[in-house]
């Protein structure tokens, strides 16, 4: 129901945007989260918007180069990464939840198949 796109191979300074595109319900009245996950490490929380007046929360580790935002309209979120770092290397998925605000996996209950996002040094 969620699928995500936009990952590909940048090189370090760079930018590229993620979208998530929802199909088969609407996530409107949900939050939309993007999360990470580098080879050998665990999943980490990037950013998150609420519904609504969409209220976003970031990962310190992104805050001042990643900006998330959604579309309701074409039920999409998406994830403009700017200024990109080798440490940005990861499998990025889009995820959804009724917590406002949340970083935490285990409150989301759909999760999209991630994109490949590589940054050469």
């Known amino acids: 129901q969620l699928q995500a796109s936009g990952g590909g191979l940048v090189q370090a300074g760079g930018s590229l945007r993620l979208s998530c595109a929802a199909a088969?319900?609407?996530?409107?009245?949900?939050?939309m989260g993007w999360f990470r996950q580098a080879a050998g490490k665990e999943r980490e929380f990037v950013a998150v918007?609420?519904?609504?007046?969409?209220?976003?929360y970031y990962a310190d580790s992104v805050k001042g180069r990643f900006t998330i935002s959604r579309d309701n309209a074409k039920n999409t979120v998406y994830l403009q990464m700017n200024s990109l770092k080798a440490e940005d290397t990861a499998v990025y998925c889009c995820?959804?939840?009724?917590?406002?605000?949340?970083?935490?996996?285990?409150?989301?209950?759909?999760w999209g198949q991630g994109t490949q996002v590589t940054v050469s040094s």
């Open positions: 088969g319900r609407t996530f409107s009245r949900y939050a």
């Open positions: 918007i609420n519904w609504g007046a969409g209220s976003t």
């Open positions: 995820a959804a939840t009724r917590v406002a605000g949340t970083g935490d996996p285990n409150d989301y209950n759909y």
